[in-house]
């Protein structure tokens, strides 16, 4: 794994731990002090950072195996997404300004690029 590739995996780790580490802080912290519905999005904040998390760490390792390209555009794009669309939640959540829901379509955005670019580079590499 060589330079951005291993890049992507360490921000995949870093990720990873924050959103277990954010997971916890809203079922501890929050839990009591959300309603119902701002738990819900803090927790949908919190899926989609793990679950993109861990679709860093792989493209990490698949990397070598797809086009460079593909995979730079899936990982900057996974990372963008991560903090747009989470990080938008999460404020919405913390902070309360309710305009910072018209942000997180843009992270969204980003996501459904990155699995489109991983998507690409697998099929281009004969990998599916």
Not at 71 to 79: D, E, M, Q
């Amino acid at each position: 794994m060589d330079g951005p590739f291993r890049l992507f995996g360490a921000i995949g780790a870093v990720a990873g731990f924050l959103g277990v580490a954010l997971g916890a802080f809203g079922a501890h912290a929050l839990k009591a002090r959300l309603s119902a519905d701002d738990l819900a999005i803090f927790e949908t904040a919190v899926r989609y950072h793990l679950v993109h998390a861990v679709a860093l760490i792989a493209l990490a390792a698949l990397a070598q195996r797809i086009p460079a390209g593909a995979a730079s555009v899936a990982g900057w794009s996974f990372s963008a997404g991560i903090l747009i669309f989470s990080g938008s939640l999460y404020l919405l959540v913390l902070t309360g300004p309710r305009w910072l829901g018209a942000v997180t379509p843009i992270g969204g955005t980003a996501l459904l690029v990155g699995w489109a670019a991983l998507a690409w580079g697998l099929l281009r590499a004969g990998q599916v």
